[in-house]
């Protein structure tokens, strides 16, 4: 079993910044691609960014594009999101999530944490 842990989450007011951290424990390697999704109230869940193994690919939805930087420190099996310029339209349940190859798609994942909240207020 591998476990994936988020945390970082809570209220933020717009055009403020919040940083999303996930440690992956259990039986964990560096060649895995990483994913942040994240789910609104009501709504399905979307890919937010994702990250190849060595950290050499990226991407990003459009909707955070300019905003929101990934990045990995494989030595501490971490995944980070950086959320700047946040809006309010950010708010959502956001979750990291681990799979073999990058891809956009939620349902090639492998490993999925907890969820943390992110609240955006205005």
């Known amino acids: 079993q591998v476990q994936l842990v988020e945390s970082g989450g809570g209220l933020v007011q717009a055009g403020g910044s919040a940083r999303l951290s996930c440690v992956v424990s259990?039986?964990?390697?560096?060649?895995?691609?990483m994913g942040w999704f994240r789910q609104a109230p009501g709504k399905e869940r979307v890919i937010v960014s994702g990250?190849?193994?060595?950290?050499?690919?990226?991407y990003y939805a459009d909707s955070v594009k300019g905003r929101f930087t990934i990045s990995r420190d494989n030595a501490k099996n971490t995944v980070y999101l950086q959320m700047n310029r946040m809006k309010p339209e950010d708010t959502a349940v956001y979750y990291c999530?681990?799979?073999?190859?990058?891809?956009?798609?939620?349902?090639?994942?492998?490993?999925w944490g907890q969820g943390t909240q992110v609240t955006v207020s205005s």
């Open positions: 999530a681990a799979t073999t190859t990058l891809t956009t798609r939620s349902n090639d994942y492998d490993y």
């Open positions: 259990g039986r964990t390697s560096s060649s895995y691609a």
């Open positions: 990250i190849s193994w060595n950290g050499g690919r990226t």
